[in-house]
């Protein structure tokens, strides 16, 4: 019985583990380390203040797109994403839509952080004693925005490379 191109590389995938260097060097695997910082400096800075209210929504929207993006991350980076069912043959096209829809939501998570900030600045007065939470809510407005610039530019590119005809990542 003849195997197909698809049950080849599914058995490919399925084979030994092999660092994907190419990716790890390229342009998207550098962009998604700079993501996986900011991401993580994101909800960090967010986790370790007090917060409320839609705050809460900007620290889910980074704690997931962290999440999903070392998964896409190691995925890539090990050559396995042949395993994802049905997405796997379209990894570039996935990619580009988690990007879009990661710059779409911490664009709204950003914004979030700048209203928070702004109705904090109230306790940014030099001789201020009580806590609170302007500065921590002013960096992560920060890193919310140097998100929301980094998958802008990792789909940018994702779409670059597809409309050139490419299908793989790296």
Not at 23 to 40: C, K, W
Not at 67 to 94: A, I, N, Q
Request: aromatic content about 12%; overall charge positive.
């Amino acid at each position: 019985m003849a195997e197909t191109k698809s049950e080849r590389s599914f058995e490919q995938a399925r084979g030994a583990v092999r660092l994907q260097r190419a990716f790890l060097r390229g342009p998207l695997g550098v962009l998604r380390l700079l993501q996986l910082l900011a991401g993580a400096a994101f909800w960090i800075t967010i986790a370790t203040s007090r917060y409320q209210g839609p705050v809460h929504f900007a620290l889910f929207v980074s704690v997931l797109f962290w999440l999903l993006t070392l998964g896409l991350y190691f995925l890539t980076l090990l050559g396995k994403h042949e395993l994802v069912p049905v997405l796997g043959s379209r990894w570039l096209l996935v990619n580009v839509a988690h990007d879009l829809l990661a710059a779409a939501l911490y664009g709204a998570a950003t914004g979030i952080m700048i209203d928070q900030t702004q109705s904090h600045s109230y306790c940014n007065l030099k001789n201020y004693q009580m806590s609170c939470a302007y500065h921590a809510f002013l960096a992560a407005a920060v890193c919310g925005g140097l998100c929301l610039g980094l998958y802008l530019l990792s789909a940018l590119y994702g779409c670059c490379r597809r409309c050139q005809g490419e299908q793989e990542v790296a």
